[in-house]
């Protein structure tokens, strides 16, 4: 006999010589079957290398129990947090999951054409991953129920926050504890082919740059420094900054990982923090704190819960409305910032709160989120220093944030999910 390329139900049934009834109670874990029968079917379906529809099982069940969640460089602290809050979600709620990584735009492709064409799932969350008309217009046509987290999708649910009201955020902190010379390092533009599209650094820089505006001052394009995503590149971008002959006093990294590698670099150029240079990070992982870095939170694992929230209502029929969710910020101080006069310059009076600052205590549709939790700034103490978590940078801290930071990357891996 013949074995098809793309087998179905039927040819499982014909070369096992049962019904197609027979094979659906057989995948779908039916007890009237009788042993030998399942053995036999098992057999056929291995032999001919037949893979079941998602969509068809979840058809003849009535209910919809695979979901797949792609993501974007899997072992970033930042991608396991929101990984983490979704499948939480998705396990309450008994749904099967399968993870996607992407490291590539070929990777990236290659998943969404899968799970648009072949209903490898019954529903999909894309995670931080740009997705171009084309993809949308696949998930449209196949039927799939899609919603993102940590990215814009045109008519689709998508749970984000403000990354320019996070740039300004943090540059306004900086701002009142009396900084004038604040540096920037983030990500360089990419338009290669490696590019996934990420945006949220350079909107970040975007409003850093209109908070140094709103207080009066220009932007020192010398001041801003850019490069591919990770610590060890950011410290060297940070020992850039601290070398020239006006160092900042203060830099705004943005995100935590980038952040780690400014201290690192401002450990090597001997600049103690918050001594001689203040440091604030953006995203609050795990890490942070172990640090004491002053940061800017965003809920990293609610996000990735609420996505997953969403898609469940969108398998149940439920209509998911506004679109667009938008999850609040704040600004955590801890003892990496403080004001410049701790590196025996005079004080310097804070500026007038511009408006991204006032909305820091005050309701707006970016600092208050659904749940009605307002960003707020954490005041800092008499002397500059940061009024809760104090604490000391050190290298103790150093290596136990680096620890934490291995060891999601090494659990990732021995779990399969990676």
Do not use: K
């Amino acid at each position: 006999m013949r074995t098809p390329d793309r087998p179905t139900i039927a040819d499982v049934a014909a070369a096992a010589g049962v019904g197609v009834g027979t094979v659906s109670r057989v995948l779908n874990g039916g007890v009237n079957v009788r042993e030998s029968t399942r053995l036999n079917v098992l057999e056929v379906i291995e032999r001919l290398g037949y893979r079941p529809s998602h969509l068809a099982a979840a058809l003849s069940r009535g209910t919809q129990r695979t979901v797949a969640i792609l993501v974007p460089h899997l072992t970033r602290p930042s991608t396991v947090a929101r990984l983490a809050g979704a499948l939480a979600v998705l396990d309450e709620q008994r749904y099967d999951t399968i993870v996607c990584n992407v490291d590539t735009p070929e990777q990236r492709d290659h998943h969404l054409a899968a799970l648009t064409a072949r209903h490898r799932a019954d529903g999909v969350i894309v995670v931080s991953v740009h997705l171009a008309r084309q993809h949308l217009a696949a998930f449209r046509g196949g039927r799939v129920p899609l919603v993102t987290v940590d990215v814009p999708a045109a008519g689709v649910p998508q749970t984000i926050i403000d990354d320019v009201a996070g740039g300004r955020l943090a540059t306004a902190h900086l701002l009142g504890l009396g900084h004038r010379r604040i540096g920037f390092v983030g990500d360089a533009v990419s338009r290669s082919a490696c590019d996934l599209g990420f945006a949220s650094s350079r909107r970040r820089l975007l409003g850093y740059r209109r908070e140094l505006a709103a207080a009066g001052l220009a932007a020192d394009p010398e001041l801003v420094r850019l490069g591919p995503h990770g610590p060890a590149v950011a410290a060297e971008l940070a020992e850039q900054l601290l070398r020239l002959p006006d160092p900042p006093t203060a830099i705004f990294a943005a995100s935590d990982t980038q952040a780690m590698g400014v201290l690192a670099g401002a450990e090597q150029c001997g600049f103690p923090v918050p001594g001689r240079l203040s440091v604030v990070g953006f995203d609050d992982i795990e890490a942070a704190a172990l640090l004491n870095l002053s940061t800017v939170r965003q809920p990293l694992g609610r996000s990735g819960a609420e996505g997953a929230r969403r898609l469940c209502a969108l398998l149940r029929g439920i209509q998911v409305r506004p679109l667009r969710q938008l999850l609040p910020l704040r600004i955590v101080q801890r003892s990496s910032s403080a004001g410049p006069a701790a590196a025996g310059r005079p004080a310097v009076s804070p500026p007038a709160a511009s408006p991204a600052a006032v909305s820091a205590a005050t309701p707006s549709p970016v600092a208050a989120g659904p749940s009605g939790w307002r960003t707020h700034l954490l005041p800092a103490t008499a002397d500059g220093g940061p009024a809760d978590e104090r604490g000391r940078f050190s290298s103790r801290a150093w290596r136990r944030a680096s620890d934490v930071w291995l060891g999601m990357r090494y659990a990732c891996c021995a779990e399969g999910v990676a």
